[in-house]
């Protein structure tokens, strides 16, 4: 059965043309087809040359995005005894211990981030088949099992992204929102960019960057000039 496209998308497509775009372009162009009637995220699609069933060619980071991500992050922590308060007094949306994983095991899951102290791991686990799923699950490497919750709490509610290639090698990132200007968009982007780059598995060989397209939530893919992309100082961006 052919999947028909609407009429708005088949306009928007028109606009978009087959070549790699320079970045700044592409993200005017991501603006002009950001025409949903909801306020569009905007995302990237990059494959990387790595193949994420080994374990040296797995990527898995956090990013900080300089210009936010235009979204109210609601933290949830676990954790015990004065760490409790600690994380309330940093800005936390939901604290608590074990009554806390009860509400969870229970369908409880109005949170964006959660954050844990490594002293409680052991209970959170048994969350996993609830959380995993959906992103959720604390991590060293994600940044969200850590005994700082003050700095852990500030940086996700202020643009911290948390990312990873999916089995195929692809990563795919919410980078800002749609209604940010192109400059800011471009400054986010270079920040996800320049991560990647700083956490290259040890294990990919060859061409690591193959293709990067950002869109709209709703939007066409635009290719973006990987190469005009990693030559860009970040100050410029």
Known sequence: MTKRVSRRLQALLEKVED??????DALSLLKETATAKFPEAAEAHIRLGIDPKYTDQQLRTTVVLPKGTGQE??????????????????GADLVGSEELIEEIQKGMMNFDKLIATPDVMPQVAKLGKLLGPRGLMPSPKGGTVTFDLASAIAEFKAGKLEFRADRTGIVHVMFGKASFSPEDLLVNLKALQETIDRNRPSGAKGRYWRTMYVSATMGPSIKVDITALRDLKAEAA
């Open 19 to 24: 070549r790699e775009y320079d970045p700044l």
């Open 73 to 90: 992050v609601r933290v949830a922590v676990i954790a015990r005894g004065e760490k409790v308060t600690e994380a309330s007094n940093a």
